[in-house]
């Protein structure tokens, strides 16, 4: 005589694979770091004057979260390069990254709004990615040798833009899910 198997019953191990493990897994890669790449300078002159700049905004539990205070901090635009009042800061990408330092999310700062990137679909459209990206530092390095700083630093951006689309596999399901979302004007 057998049993009837039912649907509701699962076994530890089931429980153990499906839902314990992946929730550790996303616990341990929280919080959430949300930076801003951007161009700061003391004065609005020459090329050779102005430098990359990291500022971070802050971190959070939950990729919505980073997200909307990365869209907040970008609209206000209170985002400072340091405490000095003559240091402008020009935001150019909104990063969010995990606590292993995988990237969640990135997207170009434009006009008091973040355009997110699509993530890269499979690892080799990452490998694409990574080969042009590579080809642009390459050509900004030698820009730079050539002391053309400004040509330099585009190409640099440029490369950070394509690279924005190297979200880590772990996050890939989850940034192309947030992009389908409506986002509120």
């Given at each position: 005589m057998t049993?009837?198997?039912?649907d ?10 499906a839902d314990?493990?992946p ?6 890669k ?10 700061a300078?003391y004065?609005?002159g020459?090329?050779v004057h ?8 802050g971190?959070?539990?939950s ?12 609209s206000?635009?209170d985002?400072h390069?340091g405490r ?8 150019r ?15 170009e700062?434009r006009a008091g709004?973040i355009?997110w990137r ?5 690892d080799?459209?990452?490998?694409r990615?990574?080969?042009?990206a ?6 900004a390095f ?27 596999a ?13 986002q509120a004007?």
């Open positions: 049993l009837p198997r039912h509701t019953f699962r076994s530890i191990g089931q429980i153990l694979a314990l493990l929730a550790l897994c996303h616990a341990r929280l919080p959430l770091r949300v930076t801003c790449l951007g161009a300078s004065d609005d020459d090329d102005v430098f990359d700049r990291t500022v971070s905004l971190t959070r539990q990729p919505e979260e980073a997200m909307d205070l990365a869209i907040l901090r970008v206000r635009g985002i390069a000095d009042d003559t240091l402008r800061f020009r935001p990408i909104a990063v969010i990254q995990d606590s292993e330092y995988g990237l969640v999310l990135a997207g700062v709004i355009l699509q993530p890269v679909a499979s080799a459209e990452a490998r990615v990574v080969t042009d590579s080809r642009l530092r390459g050509m030698a820009a730079s040798g050539r002391g053309e700083h400004g040509s330099a630093r585009d190409l640099r951006y440029r490369a950070s833009l394509l690279e924005a689309r190297l979200v880590d772990f996050w890939r399901e989850t940034a192309t899910d947030l992009l389908r979302l409506p004007a």
